[in-house]
């Protein structure tokens, strides 16, 4: 992953200005869903992308070592090797295939860092955690601190914090900011940040792109969508709002800031569309893991599905054919 982002002073006076358009916004994002599709190879190579840019998440209450090893073994090997060599049957190298992390429970990430380690995938599936009271963030800020320490401790490189949303909707920008300062310092010197926006809690667009706003300026590396638990998660509109923020961030600061749209992308064709998001509003520069990521825990099978259809010429597979991650 790039260098962490140092953030910047809150600037108030820019945070003041925003104004979201809604009806652009959505006629943005209609048009975006409405593309056609891409096709046979490219269609593959654009899944395969996907693939590499996904965050394998299990963040239930029923999870123990034996889910969390399978997870992390499916993400160092996501797609059957039996497709790949069908794909890349003409290439003299077969790219590397894996997705960009796993992301699990504070309490499970030393499960996830003994199976990567013991796999020898510890260089290549990052370990994420979220932290922070996750999902609601209802606890003292104290508690939420140690939570981030305790993952990090336990080799958790990625940390998904989420933002206390009353703060948001009572504009106290200034706690805010300061809180998502603390808790980047508690992520250490080695772990990125991902800050949940949980924009289902916000009330607005504008508090969505003021929210982004301030996360960036106290140090987030990424600005994430949801934690998959709210009524309304990952949407398009909102990827657009978001990424126009990363875009002005990166306009006045000349820094790049992730993205990573998280809640209800189960399907190959909702993969498609935020990459193409990601193409449009911010260029080929992030199309990579290191600048975007999409949480997700059933997406993979459906992205299996698609490939194993492209490799063997039409043929659809039942998702129980797959092994489960």
Same mark, same amino acid.
């Given at each position: 992953m790039e260098d962490r982002n140092p953030g910047c002073e809150l600037d108030l006076g820019w945070i003041s200005q925003v104004r979201v358009n809604l009806p652009a916004v959505n006629r943005r994002a209609s048009i975006i869903q409405s593309r056609r599709g891409v !096709?046979?190879?490219?269609?593959?190579a654009w899944l395969l992308r996907a693939v590499t840019c996904i965050d394998l998440t299990t963040l239930s209450g029923d999870d123990t070592w034996v889910n969390v090893e399978r997870l992390c073994r499916k993400a160092a090997n996501p797609v059957s090797r039996d497709i790949l060599d069908t794909i890349f049957s003409d290439s003299e190298t077969k790219p590397p295939i894996h997705t960009a992390a796993v992301c699990v429970y504070?309490?499970?990430?030393?499960d996830a860092f003994r199976t990567l380690t013991s796999i020898g995938a510890q260089d290549k599936v990052n370990i994420a955690s979220v932290a922070t009271a996750f999902p609601t963030g209802q606890c003292p800020l104290k508690t939420r601190l140690e939570?981030?320490?305790f993952a990090v401790q336990? #080799?958790?490189n990625e940390i998904d914090i989420?933002?206390?949303r009353s703060l948001v909707l009572e504009h106290?920008?200034?706690?805010l900011y300061q809180e998502i300062q603390q808790m980047k310092e508690a992520c250490g010197e080695?772990?990125?940040? !991902?800050?949940?926006?949980?924009? #289902?809690?916000? #009330?607005?667009?504008d508090n969505v792109y003021k929210a982004s706003l301030v996360a960036m300026m106290a140090g987030s590396d990424f600005i994430k969508t949801s934690t998959g638990k709210e009524g309304v998660n990952a949407t398009l509109p909102v990827g657009v709002v978001m990424c126009r923020a990363i875009a002005d961030y990166y306009q006045r600061m000349n820094y790049k800031v992730g993205f990573k749209p998280a809640g209800g992308i189960r399907t190959a064709k909702d993969s498609l569309n935020w990459l193409f998001l990601i193409k449009e509003e911010l260029g080929n520069e992030w199309l990579n893991p290191h600048l975007f990521r999409i949480g997700a825990s059933g997406l993979l099978t459906d992205i299996e599905r698609q490939l194993f259809h492209y490799a063997s010429k039409g043929r659809y597979a039942a998702a129980h054919e797959f092994t489960s991650s």
């Open positions: !096709k046979n190879q490219w269609q593959a504070p309490s499970r990430v030393h939570e981030i320490r336990n #080799g958790a989420v933002l206390d106290k920008w200034q706690e080695k772990a990125h940040m !991902k800050t949940i926006l949980a924009v #289902g809690d916000l #009330g607005s667009l």
